[in-house]
């Protein structure tokens, strides 16, 4: 392993937030979301015109089952996801969670996509796998390299295996531009390969071209 890095999960980037709506089978739309401060403001006060105590631009989606999904943009480069439903049921929160959980993944998976899209620009054969906790990128001719991406709540941790030298920052760099805040803090384990001069063929096409 070359590195470790943690941080914290963010909402950066909305045509990647579309293509996860669409990773769930979700049409997306984009409109203006309003949050009311309670149910009568929300239920009464907003028929007669009342636009709620904050107005955010969202993305949106709606399961089958009428669950709403809205991805508020709070400020720029920053989103926050929303979810609810017109009639409360019995065991609706527990559905929440797993939309939440479910929209997180997807929203992480469009990330995976990217970054293979940049290996294989190079050339370089690559795949992605999940894994119980995440996602695994597999590249190189035999699929010998490795960038592990595993996410517990808000915390994101992506290992990089195999690969010698500096290379590892920048075939990172894709994953933590889309799932982390600029603001974020990234802390970063260092392992002994990162100082290696590599000589690998795939690893300096891969240098050349990132």
Not at 8 to 28: C, H, N, Q, R, T
Not at 64 to 91: P, Q, T
Not at 97 to 115: C, G, N, P, R, W
Request: hydrophobic share 40%.
């Amino acid at each position: 392993m070359s590195h470790c890095t943690k941080f914290e999960f963010s909402y950066v980037d909305e045509e990647a937030i579309a293509k996860a709506f669409g990773k769930m089978g979700l049409v997306p739309t984009t409109g203006l979301v309003s949050v009311f401060a309670s149910d009568f403001s929300k239920k009464v006060l907003s028929k007669i015109g009342y636009m709620g105590k904050q107005q955010f631009r969202a993305v949106c989606g709606q399961t089958a089952d009428k669950f709403n999904l809205f991805v508020c943009r709070i400020e720029e480069g920053s989103y926050k996801l929303l979810i609810e439903r017109e009639a409360v049921s019995v065991g609706d929160e527990a559905i929440m969670a797993d939309l939440a959980l479910s929209f997180q993944k997807a929203y992480i998976s469009v990330a995976i996509d990217e970054t293979i899209k940049r290996i294989e620009a190079s050339g370089v054969p690559a795949s992605m796998k999940e894994t119980p906790q995440g996602f695994e990128i597999e590249f190189g001719p035999s699929h010998e390299y490795s960038i592990y991406v595993t996410f517990t709540g808000d915390e994101i941790t992506e290992e990089v295996r195999g690969v010698k030298g500096d290379i590892c920052t920048k075939l990172t760099e894709e994953l933590e531009s889309l799932l982390s805040s600029p603001a974020a803090e990234l802390v970063t384990e260092w392992k002994p390969e990162y100082t290696v001069v590599h000589e690998e063929q795939t690893l300096q096409i891969l240098s050349a071209n990132f």
